[in-house]
């Protein structure tokens, strides 16, 4: 079954420092979608990126960067020069195949989530 | 465009009374979700529905119901309230597409949540 580790609950930095998050993902696919979203204290939930497992290059968008890497199963997220704004819950979460999910577009699985501190 | 929207933001319950959530999207999604988040938990699926008129269980069903009589409107009903019900509701919406054979998740998209306190 499909399953996602976001082993750090908690990272605490100093604003400016850069941080990376974690994400390591199991699944059965060969054909599997990655996502990343951002949950800051106001509690709405926003999507930041979607990968497919086809495409192993990095992602750079400002100051977020994602590394995929298959070989290791993770896919995990950095961000440079760290803000007090970058302050939030940052969810990994993986999507299957229907073939591998139970039969159809059945949800995402989710991380348990790592929260970010940003301090001034 | 409004995108997912929840209705109430914020509910207060005792325990054995029912209520309603409601979710709309206008994206015109054939996709959509009922999360639940608790703390150090992250989001678990409650129910879910791939089209109008069809639903269908998650991971954690129990004590909720769902319905999909409109495309574009997805209803969370608590019949009987208890205190383990106490959390963060998310509906989210997306489409779903063809890759490789198989039918895959596009972005979901989600709400803003609705904060549910049962007593």
């Known amino acids: 079954a499909q399953k996602v580790t976001q082993a750090q609950t908690e990272i605490s930095v100093v604003e400016k420092e850069d941080v990376t998050l974690d994400c390591v993902y199991e699944?059965?696919?060969?054909?599997?979608?990655l996502f990343w979203y951002k949950q800051p204290p106001s509690g709405e939930l926003v999507f930041l990126i979607r990968?497919?497992?086809?495409?192993?290059q990095n992602e750079i968008s400002g100051r977020y960067s994602w590394n995929f890497q298959k070989s290791t199963s993770s896919f995990n997220f950095t961000i440079t020069a760290s803000q007090v704004v970058d302050s939030a819950v940052y969810f990994c979460?993986?999507?299957?195949?229907?073939?591998?999910?139970?039969?159809?577009?059945?949800?995402?699985?989710f991380g348990k989530g790592t929260h970010l501190i940003i301090q001034p | 465009n409004a995108g997912v929207t929840q209705t109430p933001k914020f509910r207060v319950l005792k325990t054995g009374q029912s209520m309603t959530l409601l979710c709309a999207q206008d994206?015109?999604?054939?996709?959509m979700y009922w999360y639940r988040q608790d703390p150090g938990m992250g989001l678990r699926l409650i129910h879910y529905?791939?089209?109008?008129?069809?639903?269908a269980k998650g991971e954690v069903p129990d004590g909720y119901n769902v319905s999909r009589l409109k495309k574009q409107n997805f209803l969370l009903g608590l019949e009987s309230a208890a205190p383990s019900q106490t959390s963060v509701y998310f509906c989210?919406?997306?489409?779903?597409?063809?890759?490789?054979?198989?039918?895959?998740?596009?972005?979901?998209?989600f709400g803003p949540g609705t904060r549910l306190l049962v007593l």
């Open positions: 989210a919406s997306s489409y779903a597409t063809w890759t490789s054979g198989s039918l895959y998740q596009e972005t979901q998209y």
């Open positions: 699944t059965r696919d060969t054909t599997y979608y």
């Open positions: 990968r497919n497992s086809f495409d192993e």
């Open positions: 979460a993986l999507s299957e195949g229907a073939m591998y999910s139970g039969g159809g577009a059945d949800g995402l699985t």
């Open positions: 994206m015109n999604h054939e996709y």
């Open positions: 529905s791939v089209g109008e008129g069809t639903t």
